[in-house]
């Protein structure tokens, strides 16, 4: 199964409100990605992340991984209607040191104008 | 640059019939990976390749199988289709295989429906 977990599963906010999703895993990661996807889209990469506490920023989005490395985050600043999508964390995984890249379940975001 | 190229974008299968999803690209990636993606669970790794020749197993392998020829093209078959493998199908690619991995470039996905 999943070694990424992803929480919430769904968020609906209403515009100007802020956003955060969760990835944990289950193991120490070498690095942490995180990508978007628009309805009837496909994944865009977003950001990667590879060092202990590492904090990023894109604009309203900012992007944090654990101190343990086994965790991150994804914060949005006041949501524009532009922000909808489904927002997945990547990790490499696998019995041959990490070869394998695994996603989350995704956080589906909702954006009421 | 037309980056990850999957073909087709649509397809109706009869149960029991066999394709082949066909997935290039022309970024001189080593890693590549197909996925499936059903609703509420995410993307599911079905077979990736560290390189050309390489082929390994993901979560979800059974129905399916992929070989590795050249470094652009990395088709992915359907045996004998079921309709438990109606899903949208993405390919992607990466300059490094993890757990050194970069930037994944995914295609447009495949929408196959088994009846």
């Known amino acids: 199964g999943q070694q990424v977990m992803q929480i919430p599963q769904y968020q609906h906010v209403q515009e100007g409100e802020d956003f955060t999703t969760y990835c944990n895993s289950s193991?120490?990661?070498?690095?942490i990605q995180w990508y978007k996807q628009r309805p009837g889209g496909h994944p865009v990469f977003l950001i990667q992340l590879v060092k202990s506490g590492e904090v990023k920023k894109q604009k309203r989005l900012t992007f944090q991984f654990g101190e343990a490395k086994k965790n991150s985050s994804l914060h949005i600043t006041a949501t524009q209607t532009t922000d909808v999508g489904t927002y997945f964390c990547?990790?490499?995984?696998?019995?041959?040191?990490?070869?394998?890249?695994?996603f989350g379940e995704g956080t589906q975001l909702t954006v009421n104008p | 640059n037309a980056g990850v190229t999957q073909t087709p974008k649509f397809q109706v299968l009869k149960t029991g019939q066999s394709m082949t999803l066909q997935c290039a690209q022309d970024?001189?990636?080593?890693?590549m990976s197909w996925y499936r993606q059903d609703p509420g669970m995410g993307l599911r790794l079905i077979h990736y390749s560290v390189g050309a020749g390489i082929t390994d197993q993901g979560e979800v392998p059974n129905g399916y199988n992929v070989s590795r020829s050249t470094t652009e093209d990395f088709p992915l078959r359907l045996l004998s289709a079921a309709p438990s493998q109606t899903s949208v199908y993405f390919c992607?690619?990466?300059?490094?295989?993890?757990?050194?991995?970069?930037?994944?470039?995914f295609g447009q996905g495949t929408r196959l429906t088994v009846v």
């Open positions: 193991t120490t990661l070498s690095n």
């Open positions: 990547a990790g490499p995984f696998g019995e041959t040191s990490g070869s394998r890249l695994t």
């Open positions: 992607a690619s990466s300059y490094g295989r993890p757990p050194l991995n970069t930037e994944a470039f």
């Open positions: 970024m001189n990636h080593e890693y």
